[in-house]
């Protein structure tokens, strides 16, 4: 990090000057006469050899040829679409583009390597998700859905090109209004609204989508929803902060959570043609692809104040009831799990949902089974929504644990491994209590006050190397760099130019902490090969994030983000995976016009930014907020707009657009 290395070249301010011996210091005329008559043939000889010399000095040449400081360049984006883009990109500053440091690879770089090009992909790929390709899906076990779960592309198959935006592509509306309204062009199907049409999910109007926020199981809207769900357990008091959509559609019930003040991880499997999480992410809310079926969901235990599924088709009291283990793992002491749709209100439903009264019955029973066994307490059932709540510790579980074994504890374990972690079928013990009365791991503060509290897991010394003291330096040390980010890149000052952020190494989420009072959501992701695992601490903030390895693509679908930062990701995955790897994976999350913060040592960031050149983006390397003597530099990028070219299908449906 920045102060902690040597500068990478030294330049002397002044030279010592050498003691002489006794026996010069006397002055000895006839020998300065000498040196005078010599100094001034010489002279008078080299001007004679370069008479034909023009009159300018070499210094001023010199300094005219190679200025201290580039000229500055116009930041200023062209923009090609039909579609009035943001009026900040013309405001930009000028930057100076122009790299100011060099790489210590022992002058391997004045050699002017080539500079790699990386071509656009075929528009085939313009909604590629690596990890959820649907040709390498149908190669694993349907059972358990096990096919829709990440199945990365070996090393040798990963591309090496650009992915294009489709034909048309315009910047998303703006939040809040981005909530009811996307671009047919960004996300060009139709098939949820044919086949979703009397659930009043999304409607196509002419050259763009609607989303009235309706559901299968809130045709009047999931306001009105979740004003139902209100009525019966209290959101209003800050108690209820992060939230899970399991099976979420569009997301119409995380988007209208956020009025709220409540933070839900929507997520659904990647799907064949409906493309529910892209529209989600169009819609500026927080979602990822992903599906409960063998493997853990990809966050700590305790993150979620809130879970919910409503006809979200799992199968809950299934496979000895994993998927509902899992819930628990993941639930917050306390928390509630809310269900509607089948088989909640069967008795009125069962005909509309085509299926049996015997069938309906037996699965509400299993699932009011594996809940019991869970020791969830089961709160109300009115109309359609159903609601059980979370123990606060697990004191009186333990005794119920001697008449009823099964699902037994778990063994000792980490409960936040959850990278390829396998569901287990016994459940995650919480951490011991003193009462019956104390929370498990610590009672959290409401929000918004618990955004900067020192978290339980933190109090608690139960995050490896990380004290209170640590926290508050982190808070304000991310509060500095913010406020410096926005002094560089001014249209992160601006409300609204950005909604879909991406940290992809958030450490204790300061910077997402920083920028909570502009309208956007930060999804913070902890590598995997981090040091320390602090994605419970996030959750504890009352943030939202994930795991991920950046050795392997993303769960989301391409122009998810519209910035992207990323501190000292490239010095944590040396010698890891290639970094062009990590930035293609960049270039395929990025929005066109989408920006990028970089943070790494001054050697990294030089390779960094000739990778950047080849992508097409415009960068920048800046001094550190403390300085140019730091050798941490940060690099500030945006992805130029461009797309796949038009087809006759696309000009034939932009003129009926028009």
């Not at 690596?130 to 096919?147: A, G, M, T, V, W």
């Not at 089948?342 to 015997?358: D, L, N, Q, Y």
Request: aromatic share 10%.
């Amino acid at each position: 990090m920045g102060g902690t290395q040597s500068p990478p070249y030294y330049t002397p301010l002044s030279k010592p000057t050498p003691t002489a011996p006794s026996y010069l210091k006397k002055p000895k005329l006839y020998s300065l006469a000498i040196i005078t008559i010599l100094c001034s043939l010489s002279y008078l000889f080299g001007a004679w050899q370069h008479g034909g010399a023009t009159s300018s000095s070499p210094t001023s040449n010199l300094g005219a040829t190679i200025p201290c400081f580039s000229t500055s360049q116009n930041n200023t984006i062209t923009n090609t679409n039909t579609q009035s883009h943001s009026s900040s990109s013309s405001n930009a500053p000028k930057l100076d583009f122009a790299s100011h440091h060099s790489a210590d690879d022992g002058g391997v770089t004045t050699l002017s390597p080539a500079i790699k090009s990386y071509p656009p992909c075929d528009i085939k790929y313009s909604e590629y998700t690596p990890c959820e390709d649907q040709e390498r899906s149908l190669k694993f076990d349907r059972d358990r859905l096990i096919y829709r779960e990440r199945h990365c592309p070996e090393k040798n198959e990963l591309l090496k090109c650009r992915v294009p935006a489709p034909y048309g592509y315009k910047n998303p509306f703006q939040w809040p209004l981005s909530r009811d309204l996307a671009w047919y062009a960004n996300v060009p199907h139709k098939e949820l609204t044919v086949e979703k049409a009397v659930q009043n999910w999304i409607r196509f109007e002419g050259d763009r989508f609607r989303f009235p926020g309706g559901g299968t199981m809130f045709p009047n809207g999931a306001d009105a929803y979740i004003d139902d769900i209100g009525k019966l357990i209290n959101l209003k008091d800050g108690s209820i902060r992060t939230a899970i959509d399991t099976g979420c559609g569009v997301a119409s019930w995380g988007a209208y959570l956020l009025s709220r003040n409540i933070l839900a991880m929507s997520f659904a499997p990647r799907d064949t043609h409906e493309a529910q999480v892209q529209f989600a992410l169009e819609r500026g809310v927080p979602a990822l692809i992903g599906v409960i079926a063998s493997k853990r969901l990809p966050y700590p235990s305790r993150a979620f104040d809130m879970a919910h599924c409503s006809r979200c088709l799992i199968p809950w009291g299934q496979y000895d009831g994993a998927y509902l283990i899992e819930v628990d793992r993941i639930l917050r002491p306390g928390g509630y799990w809310i269900l509607s749709g089948p088989p909640i209100h069967w008795k009125k439903h069962w005909k509309g949902w085509e299926r049996t009264m015997e069938d309906l019955n037996a699965e509400q029973m299993q699932i009011e089974n594996v809940t019991r066994s869970l020791c969830w307490k089961k709160l109300i059932e009115k109309d359609d929504i159903s609601i059980w709540q979370k123990p606060a510790n697990h004191l009186k579980c333990k005794k119920f644990r001697t008449v009823v074994r099964n699902p037994p504890f778990c063994p000792a374990q980490n409960p936040d491994q959850a990278w390829y972690t396998n569901l287990e079928t016994c459940l995650t013990p919480l951490p011991e209590v003193s009462n019956k009365e104390e929370v498990a791991g610590g009672q959290l503060e409401k929000w918004p006050e618990r955004l900067n509290t020192i978290p339980p897991r933190i109090s608690r010394g139960t995050v490896n190397g990380v004290t209170a003291e640590t926290f508050q330096q982190d808070t304000q040390l991310w509060k500095k760099r913010v406020s410096y980010y926005k002094k560089v890149n001014n249209q992160l000052g601006q409300a609204g130019r950005y909604r879909n952020i991406l940290d992809m190494n958030a450490f204790l989420g300061g910077f997402a902490a920083n920028l909570i009072d502009d309208p956007l959501w930060v999804m913070n992701v902890v590598p995997v090969e981090a040091k320390v695992n602090t994605l419970g601490v996030i959750y504890e903030r009352g943030l939202i994030g994930t795991y991920q390895s950046w050795c392997e693509a993303m769960s989301t679908y391409p122009r998810t983000y519209d910035l992207i930062h990323a501190d000292s990701v490239f010095t944590l995955y040396k010698d890891r995976c290639e970094m062009e790897d990590i930035m293609l994976e960049m270039d395929r999350i990025l929005r066109p016009e989408g920006s990028l913060i970089i943070r790494d040592d001054v050697d990294i960031l030089v390779k960094v930014k000739r990778i950047a050149d080849a992508l097409n983006w415009e960068s920048q390397i800046v001094d550190h907020e403390d300085g140019p003597l730091e050798r941490e530099k940060l690099l500030f990028a945006v992805k130029l707009y461009w797309t796949a070219p038009a087809s006759s299908a696309d000009d034939e449906q932009q003129s009926k657009a028009t």
